[in-house]
């Protein structure tokens, strides 16, 4: 399932980014979506997942109340709504698609390019 990522770009601490992830297959209601990020210097880490019909979400503890997701499966599109961001919420940050219901970065099968979400303080 290719990914093609948007969004992202620099703000200052405090502000909102949406990320947003589209898929070019109708398959792409069958799969969970995930959202991860990864720091210089660090591992890739978790941010957010969402199952297929969207009804199920989850979210870091580093993340949780201030991230968003959501998916519209008729565009084929997942999103990833940042609000009251900090500095240490700078990263590179991917989308996934997985058949499980997983958080685990090894499990997801297709990744997004990546796009970069800098936060300045």
């Known amino acids: 399932v290719p990914l093609v990522q948007a969004g992202g770009g620099s703000v200052q601490a405090g502000g909102s980014l949406r990320l947003s992830c589209a898929a070019s297959?109708?398959?792409?209601?069958?799969?969970?979506m995930g959202w991860f990020r990864q720091a210089p210097g660090k591992e890739r880490e978790f941010v957010a997942r969402i199952s297929r019909s969207g009804g199920v979400t989850v979210y870091a503890d580093s993340v949780k109340g201030r991230f968003t997701i959501s998916r519209d499966n008729a565009k084929n599109t997942v999103y990833l709504q940042m609000n009251s961001l900090k500095p240490e919420d700078t990263a590179v940050y991917y989308c996934?698609?997985?058949?499980?219901?997983?958080?685990?970065?090894?499990?997801?099968?297709?990744w997004g390019q990546g796009t970069q979400v800098t936060v300045s303080s």
């Open positions: 297959e109708r398959t792409f209601s069958s799969y969970g």
């Open positions: 996934a698609a997985t058949a499980l219901a997983t958080v685990r970065a090894t499990q997801y099968d297709y």
